[in-house]
């Protein structure tokens, strides 16, 4: 495990970029389903959103920290754990949400917030608590990052896609839907095939240290969809915004993390596994607790 942070996992300057424009392009078909009305909706009823954004930005990161000195992975491992806790929810937990019967138009606007907050939020929650960790803080500084332009890819692959896509929804709004029908889908199939590529060509690395790596992102996984439903019951939200704020916690901007991990740490190895295999989990995870909570749902509906 230890050489992971000696290695790199190689991915080719074309690659990396069509996975930013694929980036880009699912954040943009997002926000084309974004109105203004949803966050609007936020100041009629803001305590479910403050604990969401609480679950996402305050207590992921602050547990993550805590998970991490308890088992003590290695540096590069440890850096993989605080980026993916510092990104945005992912956007298939608005489909989620849906499918567990949460509360969809609360899952958009923290959708919506989490991703414009991260262009400064990221950066900032990623180097605070990385820094906090003694063995990542050290290899942070043996690669010098630089986080001015953290910041700028951030706001140029989420910000500006979500920006224009809420505008664009505003003025057509029927172009939008059309728009979102293609590009969402293509968009998520480019990028799922581009990562699939990256580890094809590491298989080796990959199926040594998937044991080791698995378990840490189950844990990590774990914590991450508690953190958000402990929180909504100690806000004593109801079943369906409970719902919402689990999934929109479990569920990470693990894309935006490997653009972050091959643009500024060269592809560093225990990084790239931890956010790539969180790709792969938390879609899996969220799709059992999801249907879980659907037939849940269901089955009280009929005892009723």
Not at 90 to 118: D, E, P, Q, R
Not at 195 to 200: D, K, R
């Amino acid at each position: 495990m230890e050489k992971l942070d000696q290695l790199q996992i190689h991915f080719e300057g074309d690659s990396l970029f069509l996975m930013n424009v694929s980036l880009a392009v699912i954040m943009f078909g997002v926000a084309l389903d974004i109105r203004l009305g949803d966050f609007k909706r936020i100041w009629r009823r803001p305590k479910p959103f403050l604990l969401g954004i609480s679950a996402q930005f305050l207590l992921l990161p602050a547990l993550t920290w805590l998970l991490v000195s308890v088992i003590q992975p290695i540096p590069s491992v440890a850096l993989g754990m605080f980026l993916v806790a510092a990104c945005p929810g992912g956007n298939i937990s608005n489909f989620l949400t849906h499918l567990a019967k949460g509360n969809t138009a609360l899952s958009v606007s923290l959708t919506a917030f989490a991703t414009l907050s991260s262009v400064l939020l990221t950066p900032l929650n990623f180097a605070l608590w990385s820094g906090l960790y003694g063995p990542s803080a050290e290899l942070l500084t043996q690669i010098r990052l630089d986080y001015t332009e953290v910041f700028q890819t951030v706001g140029l692959i989420l910000g500006i896609p979500l920006t224009l896509g809420i505008y664009v929804n505003r003025k057509r709004p029927l172009a939008a839907r059309k728009m979102a029908t293609a590009l969402k889908p293509l968009s998520v199939l480019v990028f799922i095939t581009i990562v699939i590529v990256a580890f094809y060509s590491n298989f080796d690395l990959f199926t040594r240290v998937i044991g080791h790596i698995f378990g840490i992102v189950l844990l990590h996984n774990l914590l991450a969809l508690l953190s958000g439903f402990f929180l909504a019951k100690m806000g004593r939200l109801p079943l369906t915004e409970t719902k919402t704020l689990t999934l929109e916690t479990g569920i990470q901007n693990s894309g935006l993390a490997l653009v972050l991990i091959f643009t500024y740490f060269e592809g560093l190895g225990g990084m790239s596994i931890i956010a790539g295999w969180w790709g792969i989990w938390h879609i899996v995870s969220g799709l059992l607790l999801a249907t879980a909570w659907k037939y849940k749902t269901a089955v009280s509906s009929l005892a009723a």
